[in-house]
């Protein structure tokens, strides 16, 4: 440590040396005073007494005092006491020792009077010794109020510079330590609350301005420090937080596949976990129907800045298309790779879920059809047998009004039997009805084929209807109506031209058949017909409404309107 950096303690070093020195030296200076004034005090004691001894001698003379011997030795005593000879010292001024000096000189002088026969020359000087003595006390007195002055100024020099250099030393101390270390208190409160934007002004080059700088660079290297850790830490956390978004949307999305069926909420659900994705802004998914029109939807908003196309394909099987757009952070190419893996999963068993359905209705029509053919259908066809064997045999009898009558019922019950023979057919017809690989565009292409086929009518078909909003059930009565109207269209209403158009808006599907046929009175009973009955009767059970529109000679319009429903 060189001379600078020790300046501080040095300076409060010698300030406490100066101090001690003072108060030794002041103490010292008291005590020899105190010690030096007790005899002082004893010796003024002593001369006074003498003076009283003085008139006491007098007195013995006066009255032949049988003490006078013993008198004149207490006054021998009192001038040679301890503190009378203590006036011989170095520290009494010249003067009262010369004074003393001269008091025994005179004592002797009176002593050998006092002894001799002429005693009563003493009475006459006794008053002269007396003032001498006076004098003497006088001395004395002057001389301990001086040493007692003397202590009063050395005592207020010596407290007054111990006071003086106390209140350099706490005021030094204060403004080269305390109001650092105070500056250092704050700023290590300031680093404790992570605020590492310290910078203590140095304004000495001692101990505390090189703690102070030593305190800033600390400051600076723990700041970059923890900053550099925050940093890391942010990192790791982003890094964690985006892991554990990653694994959530992903655990969400592959929820959206164990529902009892997948519909496209469950799709749109997938998108709206795609969009969540950090970096991900806007999501579009294209399921590819064979016979249909792709189903399109779309979650946020495309912009057309940086657009990305995944094809979803699985088991070599084509099912559509995703699309998202993305910015900065990019997406991690991973993640949207299983949310690929996802969506053709969810397509693929929404596909298999719809052609399961579709299996498990069509064998139950087939068994309900076989069993109708084997039962109800044989049933008519022997009634129909036995019924042309009972006219036959009542062709050659004889005609007379009850015959006539019986004739009349007879043919009533074979044009009854024909006609239900002949719906049962028709109905054994729709129930054999079936929709191949859960395709409902397909289907009902297949069989718009087969009836343009089986007619020289002209058969146009649009459709917008799509099998991800339709389950099995709805299928098949959409099918069964839309086949009814065809084949009225063809049969009862001769038409050359017949137009299919299923239309879908936000809310409403609308299905129109309408054709160029003779039409029909629409009070007429053939509107009570079977084939309408069960037109009626489909249209309810797809909780729809069913009207139809026609007039003789100007064609007919079947349409049927009902609520979209994404929860089938």
Known sequence: MNTKTRSVTSTIAKAMIFILLLSVVTTNYALMTLASSLNDAEAVNVSGSMRMQSYRLAYDIHSESVDYTEHIEQFEDSIYSPSMKALQHW?????????????????????????????????PLVEDFVEQIDGFVFKLQTFSEQKLIKLAWVGGIGLGGILFISIFVVHYIRKQIVAPLRRLVLASEQIQSHSFNVALPVQSDNEMGILTETFNNMAFDL?????????????????LQHANQSLSVLYQSSQELTASRIT???????????????????????????????????????????????????????????????????????????????????????????????????????????????????????????????????????DDDEMAKSKRVMVELETGLSSAYTQLRELLTTFRLTIKEGSF????????????????????????????????????????????????????????????????????????????????????????????????????????????????????????????????
């Open 264 to 398: 496209t909420d469950n799709f749109q659900a997938i998108l709206k976990h795609i969009v969540s994705i950090e970096g991900v802004t806007a999501a579009k998914l294209q399921i590819d129907e064979a016979g249909e029109k792709s189903t399109i939807l779309y979650e946020g908003d495309f912009s057309g800045e940086t657009n990305q196309v995944r094809e979803l394909v699985l088991d070599d099987h084509k099912l559509g298309y995703l699309y998202f757009e993305y910015g900065l952070p990019c997406p991690d190419d991973a993640l949207i790779g299983n949310f690929v893996q996802i969506l053709s999963r969810a397509i693929y068993y929404n596909h298999a879920q719809r052609q399961a359905e579709q299996l498990l209705i069509m064998e139950e029509r087939a068994t309900i059809a076989r069993e109708l053919h084997d039962s109800l259908a044989q049933s008519l066809s022997y009634l129909k047998i036995q019924v042309s064997l009972l006219k036959r045999t009542l062709k050659d009898v004889p």
């Open 91 to 123: 520290l009494v001024p010249d003067d009262i020792t010369q004074d003393y000096y001269r008091l025994i000189a005179r004592w002797h002088e009176l002593k050998s009077i006092l002894y001799s026969e002429q005693r009563e020359q003493y009475l």
């Open 441 to 568: 565009g397909q289907a009902l292409t297949q069989m718009i084929r087969q009836l343009a086929e089986q007619s020289d009518a002209k058969i146009e078909l649009n459709s917008e209807l799509s099998s991800l909003e339709l389950n099995a059930h709805q299928q098949v009565h959409l099918l069964q109506l839309i086949r009814e109207a065809t084949i009225n269209a063809i049969k009862h209403a001769n038409a050359e031209n017949i137009t299919i158009d299923c239309v879908v808006d936000e809310e409403i599907t609308t299905v129109t058949i309408s054709d160029d046929g003779i039409g029909f009175d629409a009070v007429n009973e053939q509107i009570n017909h079977y084939g309408m009955s069960i037109m009626q009767e489909r249209a309810a059970r797809l909780n729809g409404e069913l009207d139809i529109q026609s007039k003789p000679n100007g064609g007919c319009l079947v349409k049927l309107q009902y609520k979209r429903s994404k929860d089938n």
């Open 223 to 239: 700041g970059k420090l923890y900053r550099g850790l925050e940093l890391a830490v942010n990192e790791k956390t982003h890094r």
